[in-house]
């Protein structure tokens, strides 16, 4: 059985797609695709397919992750070519390895987000993320299954900085962009918790909902605040000898 990883994005309007949506129309791509999926055992067999801390509804994506599993072998790339094809525009494939190391969801230890401030003054964004940043802790609430919840927004923030101006701003209203780090931790920070930790340290309240978007995920780089491609190591991993090289056969003295 081979296992194959894949890179796919969240564009445009199908930000908008929730998860339970991209995973019927993966499933549809895969049977267009005719793609030999391997299944699992039981009444009601299903294609194996491992979808890893998808993004929220709403919010766009440039680095979502799956892993399938076929009964037959498939060169990664055609297959991505196909499966890319069968999808609609927006979600697109746009990496594949096949997996050759274990532990892909270990990997994706923190995401790199880009938030869009339509309507905030960037100068007004600096202040709120430096008070933010110079915070021990940002207390903010969260409706959740059992309640109200209240957790600390900051700890998780390994970075939060303002990132200039956008170079498509369609008119003159001001607007400030923010690329924040954050880890993956439980319970989960997501992007909408650092705005509610903005508003609360520092009172910016962006006018329009901000527009997010994920721009990596992966293996946080705790030295460096980076965030590591996590396909990586399956690439560095089809790279390597199968074989040790023989050893050379000493020649006997005459």
């Given at each position: ?62 680095a979502e992750y799956l892993e ?65 940043n110079r915070a021990d802790a ?24 303002t990132h200039g101006e956008p ?88």
């Amino acid at each position: 059985m081979q296992r194959i990883r894949l890179r796919y994005t969240k564009r445009g309007r199908l930000r908008f797609t929730s998860h339970r949506d991209f995973q019927r129309a993966f499933e549809r791509a895969l049977r267009r695709a005719e793609v030999p999926m391997a299944y699992s055992a039981g009444f009601t067999p299903h294609p194996k397919v491992s979808y890893a801390n998808a993004a929220p509804t709403g919010t766009g994506s440039e680095a979502e992750y799956l892993e399938i599993a076929l009964s037959a072998a498939r060169d990664p790339e055609k297959l991505r070519v196909l499966l890319d094809e069968s999808l609609p525009t927006g979600l697109d494939i746009v990496d594949a390895v096949e997996a050759r190391t274990s532990g892909l969801a270990d990997r994706l230890t923190a995401s790199v987000w880009e938030l869009r401030l339509d309507g905030v003054d960037p100068a007004d964004a600096e202040r709120a993320v430096e008070a933010f940043n110079r915070a021990d802790a940002v207390e903010v609430q969260r409706m959740a299954k059992n309640g109200v919840r209240t957790f600390d927004a900051r700890a998780a923030v390994v970075h939060l900085e303002t990132h200039g101006e956008p170079a498509d701003r369609p008119t003159d209203q001001p607007c400030a962009i923010l690329r924040l780090v954050v880890r993956h931790v439980t319970p989960a920070v997501r992007p909408d918790d650092v705005l509610s930790g903005l508003r609360a340290v520092a009172d910016l309240a962006p006018p329009v909902p901000a527009a997010v978007t994920r721009l990596a995920q992966g293996l946080l780089d705790e030295e460096t605040g980076t965030v590591t491609d996590p396909l990586a190591p399956d690439r560095e991993a089809a790279q390597a000898p199968t074989t040790a090289e023989p050893a050379a056969t000493a020649k006997a003295p005459a």
